[in-house]
Structures are given as C-alpha cells and as structure tokens.
Nanobody
Framework: QLQLVESGGGLVQPGGSLRLSCTASGFSVDYYAIGWFRQAPGKEREGVSCISSSGGGTNYADSVKGRFTISREYAKNTAYLQMNNLKPEDTAVYYC??????????????????????WGQGTQVTVSS
C-alpha cells in the first residue's frame, strides 16, 4: 500500500525558512514523480513544485521560483521541499503527492493535483510575525 507522510510544517516569521519532508512507504520515490501542493483556507489547491521520477526534472510555480527547492533522497525514500524567504501568502496546508505516470519538466506546465494518485495527509505552514 502506497503511503506518504509529510512533516516539517510549523509557524515561522516572514523571511524565515522551513524544510518539508515527504516520506514514502510501499513504493520507491525513485520511480514516481513527486508533487507538492498547497491549499489555503477558502482557496483551491494549487501546485507548488514537482520532480520527475529518476531523471530529476523539476518545475515550480512562478510564486515560489527562486525561493523553494524540491529534492529527493533515495536512501531515505523521502522527498523534500526547502522553503526560504517565506511570505505570509505562503501560509497553507502543504501536501505531497506521488504518481508513476506523471511527468515533470520545466518545459511544461505544472501537473494538476488531479493528475496524482497518492496523497499524504498534509502539514500546516503558517508564516506570520
């Protein structure tokens, strides 16, 4: 059974940093694309970043480019989202998702959340002074 568990959320001041983790079980992150999404109260779920399987192609939403970095650590079967220079508008529940078919590349639009088949439970990120 494919499972994803997010961690690393919390309260941070504007300009601060957090690193979110997405630990997988039941499958290898090597062979699945991983996506990070977020949903703020009253807003639709939006794509933040993705990383392709094996090849390592990545993509980012314009709102986070230059501030967020997605990565994957094969030995720990974990994907990460390093978030720097956080802003109040980054406040949301962050979810990671995995899918064996999704492709991720900066040449294409970010995949939609509907493209991903497996999801974690989410972790809250609050950016406030």
């Amino acid at each position: 059974q494919l499972q994803l568990v997010e961690s690393g959320g919390g309260l941070v001041q504007p300009g601060g940093s957090l690193r979110l983790s997405c630990t997988a079980s039941g499958f290898s992150v090597d062979y699945y694309a991983i996506g990070w999404f977020r949903q703020a109260p009253g807003k639709e779920r939006e794509g933040v970043s993705c990383i392709s399987s094996s090849g390592g192609g990545t993509n980012y939403a314009d709102s986070v480019k230059g501030r967020f970095t997605i990565s994957r650590e094969y030995a720990k079967n974990t994907a990460y989202l390093q978030m720097n220079n956080l802003k109040p508008e980054d406040t949301a529940v962050y979810y990671c998702a995995a899918d064996a078919v999704v492709r991720c590349s900066s040449w294409y639009r970010l995949p939609s959340w509907t493209d991903f088949g497996s999801w974690g439970q989410g972790t809250q990120v609050t950016v406030s002074s």
